[in-house]
């Protein structure tokens, strides 16, 4: 394997400098004379001349490009290979090293029957990785082969280390400005209190100087003191006993009315999903994970098997995922923690069988004594989530939007107008409503949305 | 001096108060035995079970409501022969353009990220290089028919996941008629 690779890498510094000496070639005659078949016969001659391996494969290779053979792997192979790592298929960096060219264009032309003509590699390959079929593949030329080949053939990027200094430098960064107006608080709070200190000290030695002088410090005369004169005046303890209890009804109602009320409920989840990070910047539509919205009253969380329909693919986060506040190891880490529940084997890309469930904690709970229907919802009313859950495609951490009150629903239900139109089962009723109430646009609640028994049952 | 004292207690009260309002926390309830089911929720954890959990599976032969046997398993052959033999079984008449547009719109939720609204296999997570490789429906060496996109919507084929939880046998059915609509489009291209 470690000599494959090396072979593909000398392979590819040649073919580079052949292909750079042939565009080299190509400029300077290309002054004088239009390159014709002379130049390409000199400029292989000398890639040939340079190369130090003599096998078939560097023959061809300067004809193929590495860059087209990216856009056609991606196209065609990147569903079920990787270049560096294993998933349906092997991991194919340094494949053309490991196998006969005419083999591999056989083989992912058609692997069946390859494979069915008892090819032993074939076989071999085909007993590892099945039931697996590799899709044939017979629109693709023999050039677009070579440049897939070639394109596997580049040598491995070293990971760009100055971008983790930068992320880094960015993330202390970050945090250090946010210690900065801890501190800046703390100082200011510091100097408060010194300046008081300083002006008592003050005050005390200014007393002592004028007493040393012999300066008669004016003690104020006893008049009658505030309180009392205020307790003598009945009328304005009143009126301030009043207002004292006013003002306190109002605080105590006030917190009363937020008891059992969870709005802003941000809990700590147990896998930290980010709804920003798939809903908002992957535009993954709300129902493909919470899909018995359409159909039934909950929204339900998904089965982890819906994580797995990506994420069997996806094993980490891209670089630009990551924030100053999350790092990408942060969130491979917890793409990790979904392996582990699901039991599922990235270095063997299969199921262990052995699964542990996430432990959820759930954020929107209406009391047992609603009643609320999410498909009447989302699928008969054509609601948008975010009405009632906010814009939780901007959330990184999921937190309730609502309050989830009676009034709040209410008022919602007061306030929109029922779709009447292309409804023709409701055709009478929504016109005797109408008429009945003597407007044109039925509200939810006169379609009868504010009766007791709709949800209170 | 007793003046600061009071405006002190007053304070630490409300510092108090303020910090029972704790966003990683619920809230207080009145009366909570109103507030909590006693029935079993279902993902609440319970002791019933072994295994704690009250979502349990239905128990082993439950055909469900509705419930459509398929023959066809989920092997190569299998998909061979559903490829070859599986029709949708909704009569002719009924695939009306409501009914395709009702499979444009379960498209548009659970396929379009990856295989892009007009099916090419450009959908979004293709084109933020989130996943790759995601093939056209005019894919010459994949060929597609109403039965081997209704298998694979049902089973899941390599690096694609099943769908048989998000969306139904109607469905499905639906989709698939959406789908082979945007096959011959890009055929016809």
């Known amino acids: ?457 | 001096m007793k003046v600061f004292g009071k405006i002190g207690m007053v304070l630490g009260v409300a510092a108090i108060v303020a910090s029972c309002h704790d966003k990683r926390s619920p809230n207080y309830q009145f009366m909570p035995d109103m507030y909590e089911p006693i029935s079993y929720e279902t993902y609440q954890e319970s002791s019933a079970f072994r295994n704690g959990i009250s979502a349990q599976l239905p128990v082993e032969g439950t055909v469900a409501r509705g419930h459509i046997p398929y023959e066809y398993p989920n092997t190569l052959e299998g998909y061979a022969a559903a490829k070859e033999n599986l029709t949708n079984p909704t009569p002719a008449e009924e695939i009306t353009d409501e009914y395709l547009n009702e499979g444009k719109q379960l498209y548009g939720i659970y396929c379009a990220v990856c295989h892009g609204d007009k099916g090419d296999g450009q959908g979004i997570l293709v084109e933020r290089e989130k996943l790759l490789g995601i093939p056209s429906y005019d894919d010459a060496g994949r060929a597609i028919t109403a039965g081997s996109i209704y298998h694979v919507i049902r089973y899941g084929l390599n690096a694609m996941g099943s769908y048989a939880n998000q969306v139904n046998e109607e469905e499905r059915w639906k989709v698939t008629e959406y789908v082979l609509t945007l096959k011959q489009d890009l055929e016809s291209k």
């Open chain 1, 1 to 457: 394997m470690c000599t494959d690779l090396k072979n593909g890498y000398i392979q590819y510094i040649v073919y580079i400098r052949a292909n750079f000496m042939i565009e080299n070639t190509y400029s300077n005659m290309k002054k004088m004379i239009r390159p014709n078949s002379m130049t390409r016969i000199l400029g292989i001659g000398l890639a040939l001349l340079l190369s130090f391996s003599s096998s078939l494969f560097a023959q061809d290779q300067p004809e193929a490009d590495p860059a087209a053979g990216k856009t056609l792997f991606n196209t065609y192979c990147a569903a079920c290979h990787h270049l560096d790592r294993r998933m349906t298929g092997p991991a194919l960096r340094g494949v053309g090293d490991k196998f006969e060219r005419e083999w591999l264009h056989a083989w992912i032309k058609n692997s069946q029957a390859l494979i069915k003509s008892g090819d032993e590699e074939a076989v071999r390959i085909w007993e590892e990785y099945k039931p697996a079929v590799m899709t044939p593949f017979p629109q693709l030329s023999e050039q677009d082969l070579d440049d897939i080949i070639a394109y596997t053939m580049e040598v491995e990027e070293e990971p760009a280390a100055t971008d983790v200094a930068a992320t880094g430098a960015a993330g202390s960064g970050g945090s250090s400005s946010g210690i900065n107006g801890d501190i800046v608080l703390g100082a200011l709070i510091l100097v408060f209190g010194v300046l008081v200190v300083m002006l008592f000290l003050v005050n005390k030695t200014l007393r002592k100087i004028a007493e040393a002088n012999g300066v008669e410090v004016k003690t104020p005369e006893k008049t009658k003191p505030l309180w009392r004169a205020f307790v003598q005046n009945q009328f304005l303890v009143i009126v301030t006993v009043i207002l004292l209890l006013l003002g306190s009804a109002y605080y105590a109602f006030g917190y009363m009315m937020q008891i059992g009320v969870d709005q802003g409920y941000e809990p700590v989840q147990p896998i930290h999903f980010s709804h920003k990070i798939h809903a908002g910047d992957n535009g993954i539509d709300c129902k493909y994970c919470h899909s018995s919205a359409r159909t039934s009253q909950t929204s339900g969380i998904p089965s982890l098997n819906v994580c797995m329909n990506c994420h069997q693919s996806i094993p980490e986060v891209s670089e630009s995922t990551a924030t100053a506040e999350y790092s990408k190891e942060f969130y491979d880490g917890e793409i990790a923690k979904l392996y582990k529940a699901v039991g599922w084997d990235v270095s063997t890309q299969s199921y262990t069988g052995e699964s542990q469930p996430v432990k959820w904690v759930r954020i929107h709970d209406l009391p047992d004594f609603v009643y609320f229907n999410h498909s009447q919802h989302v699928s008969v009313a054509g609601i948008a989530c975010q009405v009632c859950h906010g814009e939780v495609q901007e959330m990184e951490i999921l937190h309730q939007h609502a309050p989830l009150t009676m009034g709040w629903c209410i008022q919602c239900h007061q306030d929109t107008n029922v779709k009447m139109e292309g409804n023709e089962y409701y055709t009478k009723i929504h016109e005797e409503l109408a008429k009945k109430y003597g407007v044109d646009q039925l509200t939810a609640a006169q379609m009868g949305g504010m009766e007791c028994a709709k949800c209170h049952y």
